[in-house]
């Protein structure tokens, strides 16, 4: 879609409209090649703002990362994809999901039921209506009667791309997406176990793995205040460590007793013993923080590993997400050019 470096960033929107299409904008001038937002709590609404970014950029990728058809019907999402996609003149990217359960899913009365089958039916959706077709679907959950899309899509494939770290939804998506996010999945044997899952849906469907764009989706601090980084991070360590699933923890070589030890105190509510659980080396295994040399060094290990691109995850004041954003595009970005 672009020929520009294999990085993206994701942030969430938690500013007004401007700020957001500001920050994109920015993205846009220091060669990032694309920007995710999420769908992920109740924050503006992202195919609002990606629509507005769209508008104001003329070469950056834009998308969503993730939405769920646990929470939006997959015409829904398939008309609003195909209009971002329009605006942006083909520059739109679906990222599709689960939804968090405990974040999204559960305060709407939803569970995360059957994930791999509401993935896979809403891809086979979203794709049959973008192509132009007019969709008849009886599946177990969704149910789309000789539906057409009023407008033609200007392409007939969009690049779909699936959120996720269970084996399952990995051999989905060399099945039938685009490429993968996969969070935190960059040391130990994280690498292998993303390849490894996509490979066998590849096989399934006869593709080649080297079709998969596999982002690895990090949490990156660019900074010299390597102990203040940690520390500022540990909550949404323990709540990446809670989601686990806790055999992909360890293969990140996190301890056992440190994926326990959170895993137990979150379940039952105590999110200040979860956290005091966290070490330095678990926030370190599932975070890329440091300076720019040790951030430098990390990346190249995880194109080496198998990974074809990598996604910014940038939390924080808006000022912090900025300054991320300039200083990897100067220190980092020119390394692999």
């Known amino acids: ?20 299409v500001e920050l994109v904008k920015l993205g846009e001038r220091l060669g990032y090649r694309g920007a995710w937002l999420p769908d992920q709590t109740y924050h503006r609404d992202p195919c609002v703002l990606l629509g507005l970014c769209a508008q104001a950029t003329q070469e950056i990728r834009v998308g969503v990362g993730i939405t769920s058809p646990f929470t939006r019907l997959p015409v829904q999402i398939a008309r609003a ?48 209506l973008v192509a132009g077709s007019r969709v008849t679907f009886d599946g177990k959950f969704d149910h789309v009667h000789g539906v057409q899309l009023d ?21 989905l998506t060399g099945e039938v997406a685009d490429g993968v996010l996969s969070e935190s999945l960059f040391s130990g044997e994280g690498m292998d176990y993303v390849r490894q899952h996509i490979y066998a849906g590849t096989v399934r469907s006869q593709r080649a793995i080297g079709d998969i764009d596999i982002v690895s989706w990090q949490l990156v601090r660019v900074t010299t205040n390597l102990q203040a980084a940690v520390d500022e991070q540990r909550v949404w360590a323990a709540r990446s460590i809670k989601l686990g699933p806790r055999d992909i923890m360890v293969r990140l070589g996190l301890e056992e007793a440190v994926v326990d030890g959170v895993t137990d105190a979150a379940n039952r509510g105590d999110w200040k013993t979860a956290v005091n659980c966290v070490t330095d080396d678990s926030v370190n295994r599932l975070m890329l923080i440091g300076d720019p040399p040790h951030i430098t060094e990390r990346i190249s290990e995880i194109f080496k590993k198998g990974a074809n691109s990598v996604a910014l995850l940038l939390l924080g004041h808006v000022d912090e997400v900025r300054n991320t954003l300039i200083r990897f595009a100067r220190d980092v970005m020119p390394k692999f050019g």
């Not at 960033?9 to 500013?15: E, L, N, T, V």
């Not at 939803?110 to 959706?125: K, N, Q, V, W």
């Open 81 to 128: 994809a195909a209009l971002i996609d329009e605006i942006s003149g083909g520059r739109f990217c679906l990222g599709l999901g689960t939804a968090n359960p405990d974040t999204v899913l559960r305060p709407l009365g939803l569970e995360p039921t059957s994930p791999y089958r509401r993935l896979r039916d809403a891809i086979t959706i979203i794709q049959q």
């Open 151 to 171: 407008f033609v899509p200007i392409r007939p494939h969009l690049p779909i791309y699936i959120g996720t770290r269970g084996p399952k939804l990995l051999e």
């Open 1 to 20: 879609m672009n020929n520009r470096p294999p990085f993206d960033f994701a942030f969430i929107p938690a500013g007004p409209v401007q700020e957001t």
